[in-house]
């Protein structure tokens, strides 16, 4: 029996200074994990390709995947895909992170998630802010939620 895999993934971009974090939870098979990460220099489009790459990366083939976000730029990537791949607007950038997006999401199911007070996604939201912010300082990175923060979660 293929895995159940549940993802919560929250994007933060601020666009005057061009700073973006991301941030995600993962349950998978009752385990708990999570990553977040940002980057300077970096638009929109690119912060929320490059957080569903993360998000994706490392899960199997045959994983049921769901990926529950508040996003709107996260949700928008399935339909600009579908729009690209019928020959309307395709990609003329980050080229790279669309052929992954491409790939990965055509085994998810993609839902949208309220960021409520002690959900997850409000928690991969406080995280992708929070990475947004160290982003502002440090550059690119990419780092693993730790343990105890988890817990908070609300997986």
Same mark, same amino acid.
């Not at 999570?34 to 929109?44: F, M, P, S, V």
């Given at each position: @029996? %293929? +895995?159940? #895999?549940?993802?919560?993934?929250? #994007?933060?971009?601020? %666009?005057?200074?061009?700073? &973006? &974090?991301?941030?995600? #939870? /993962?349950r998978n098979a009752g385990e708990v994990s999570?990553? $977040?990460?940002? $980057?300077?220099?970096?638009?929109?489009e690119r912060t929320s390709l490059a957080a569903i790459a993360a998000?994706? $990366? &490392? +899960?199997? %083939?045959? $994983?049921? =995947?769901e990926l529950l976000s508040a996003s709107k730029s996260v949700l928008a990537i399935p339909d /600009?895909? *579908?729009?690209?791949?019928?020959g309307e607007n395709p990609p003329e950038e980050n080229l790279d992170l669309w052929a992954q997006a491409s790939t990965a999401?055509?085994?998810?199911?993609? =839902? @949208?998630? %309220? +960021?409520?007070? &002690?959900?997850p996604t409000a928690f991969a939201a406080a995280w992708a802010d929070f990475a947004r912010d160290r982003a502002k300082d440090?550059?690119?990175? *990419? +780092?693993a939620i730790p343990k105890p923060n988890l817990a908070k979660a609300g997986v």
């Open positions: @029996m %293929p +895995a159940q #895999v549940r993802i919560w993934l929250e #994007v933060a971009h601020h %666009p005057s200074f061009r700073i &973006g &974090g991301w941030a995600f #939870v /993962r999570g990553t $977040a990460g940002g $980057a300077r220099q970096i638009d929109l998000a994706l $990366a &490392g +899960a199997e %083939p045959s $994983a049921n =995947v /600009r895909l *579908t729009a690209a791949e019928a999401l055509r085994r998810v199911r993609l =839902v @949208m998630r %309220p +960021a409520e007070s &002690g959900a440090k550059g690119a990175f *990419t +780092a």
